[in-house]
């Protein structure tokens, strides 16, 4: 099967930094997107690599290594406002245009 | 419009009833996408329009399910003699061309509770 994995829940604390992990399990690889979810509203796009490496937009950065089928959004610096599912999705083997979805992983920040 | 609109936003529905929900996508997308969340459970891929066509109806559940778009534009989906395992947010999506690497825009989703 076609599957992405990622964490149920995560805690961290306000001002810290936290790296939510994605292992991915799907073949045709076309890059791979990260997405912000708060709760009762719709996914907002975060970032997408297709490359190996780590690629840095603010507070936000993503990383992909394809030969190790894994990723990770590391978010610093962070806020309450980040308190939010993160969903990593990645193109299915049968159609560049089908993503295939982690079930999210829900980021809860305290202070 | 400015974003992607789905209506309704809330939709309850007695069991066996057919309900129709909508999608106005970004104006010049021709890329349109429908999916269903259900609690606790990733995002799952019901069927893409590349302008009124459809060329992978693969992910709808059942034939209770169908979608349209017209003129390239708006999407509607419709489920026929609702089940209770349909209760979902039914989100949509668009962009300006498949699958393009800066992602889709959603809209903010139908919640659909079947009773």
């Known amino acids: 099967g076609q599957n992405i994995d990622q964490p149920t829940e995560m805690t961290a604390t306000e001002g810290a930094i936290v790296q939510i992990n994605c292992t991915y399990q799907?073949?045709?690889?076309?890059?791979l997107f990260w997405y912000q979810q708060h709760a009762g509203e719709a996914p907002t796009f975060l970032s997408y690599?297709?490359l190996d490496g780590l690629e840095e937009k603010g507070r936000f950065s993503s990383f992909l290594s394809r030969s190790k089928w894994y990723s990770y959004l590391l978010l610093k610096e962070l806020q309450m406002k980040d308190s939010a599912s993160y969903l990593c999705?990645?193109?299915?083997?049968?159609?560049?245009?089908?993503?295939?979805w982690g079930a999210g992983t829900k980021l809860i920040i305290k202070p | 419009g400015a974003g992607v609109s789905q209506s309704p936003s809330n939709k309850v529905t007695e069991k066996g009833k057919d309900v129709e929900l909508r999608c106005d996508p970004i104006?010049?997308?021709?890329?349109l996408y429908w999916y269903r969340q259900s609690l606790g459970q990733g995002l799952e891929f019901l069927i893409y329009f590349q302008g009124n066509s459809a060329p992978d109806k693969s992910g709808l559940p059942s034939d209770r399910f169908s979608a349209e778009r017209t003129g390239g534009s708006v999407s509607t989906l419709t489920i026929q003699r609702t089940q209770q395992e349909d209760s979902a947010v039914y989100l949509c999506?668009?962009?300006?061309?498949?699958?393009?690497?800066?992602?889709?825009?959603f809209g903010s989703g139908t919640r659909l509770t079947v009773v």
């Open positions: 999705a990645a193109p299915s083997r049968d159609s560049n245009y089908q993503l295939i």
């Open positions: 690599n297709v």
């Open positions: 104006s010049g997308h021709t890329a």
């Open positions: 999506a668009s962009s300006p061309h498949l699958l393009q690497q800066w992602g889709y825009t």
């Open positions: 799907t073949s045709g690889f076309n890059g």
